[in-house]
């Protein structure tokens, strides 16, 4: 089945630094990104949706310049997370799909702890 | 918000049992898809319905969609300690976008 991997699984860091997280398609080629973010105990909410070769579409109330999304390939998609607050600690997931197809295909996530 | 809702919250049961989790949401959709989400871990994509679909089976999965109730329910017949997980319902919207439900926690008890 596709394949899809992120990097790294846990990061701690300092508060106001940067952190890019990687979600890779490993064994397709994904025209689609999603990233969504996770609280405990709660459920994935959509943070924006990234096309390849084209500018990433934020949901309501996501900050473009704190959460930067570059999807440079068909294989690769990055989410930086700018300038960051104890308050974005949190699970970080993305997935990916086949073109037209309605299944994603989630990375493992990345857990973000910022102190 | 899009978010569906999905009851119960939680969900304990023997194995053995049969476990059902209901998913409510509130707009048009294309189709209702099924996730699993073991702790700390990504989600695994379980079952895919489409909104003209009434029924589907996947091994010990049963997904029902009624679109004029805008509701859907997982059954997994003769659960096993490894069901244990959280479970999710999302309704594909256009542009492949997903909203999730709340999520039912389930545990099965060996």
């Known amino acids: 089945g596709a394949v899809v991997s992120q990097h790294p699984s846990r990061v701690i860091c300092k508060s106001g630094t940067s952190v890019k997280i990687e979600c890779r398609s490993l064994?397709?080629?994904?025209?689609?990104m999603f990233w969504y973010r996770q609280f405990p105990k709660q459920s994935l909410m959509l943070m924006a949706t990234?096309?390849?070769?084209?500018?990433?579409?934020?949901e309501q109330g996501v900050e473009k310049d704190k959460f930067l999304i570059n999807h440079a390939s068909l294989t690769l998609s990055t989410l930086t997370v700018t300038s960051a607050h104890p308050e974005d600690s949190s699970f970080y997931i993305c997935?990916?799909?086949?073109?037209?197809?309605?299944?994603?295909?989630f990375g493992p996530g990345t857990r973000l702890t910022v102190l | 918000s899009q978010q569906g809702e999905e009851d119960p919250q939680a969900l304990s049961i023997q194995e053995g049992e049969n476990a059902t989790m209901n998913c409510s949401y509130k707009?048009?959709?294309?189709?209702l898809q099924w996730y699993r989400q073991n702790s700390g871990r990504g989600l695994v994509h379980l079952i895919l319905?489409?909104?003209?679909?009434r029924e589907k089976h996947s091994g010990r999965l049963r997904v029902t969609l009624d679109t004029s109730k805008k509701s859907s329910s997982l059954l997994i017949t003769a659960s096993r300690a490894a069901d244990t997980a959280s479970y999710f319902c999302?309704?594909?919207?256009?542009?492949?976008?997903?909203?999730f439900g709340a999520g039912t926690i389930l545990r099965v008890k060996s």
């Open positions: 707009t048009s959709i294309n189709n």
């Open positions: 064994d397709f080629q994904a025209t689609t």
């Open positions: 997935s990916a799909s086949l073109g037209s197809s309605d299944t994603q295909y």
């Open positions: 990234s096309n390849e070769g084209s500018k990433a579409t934020y």
């Open positions: 319905i489409r909104s003209n679909e």
């Open positions: 999302a309704t594909g919207l256009y542009g492949n976008k997903l909203v």
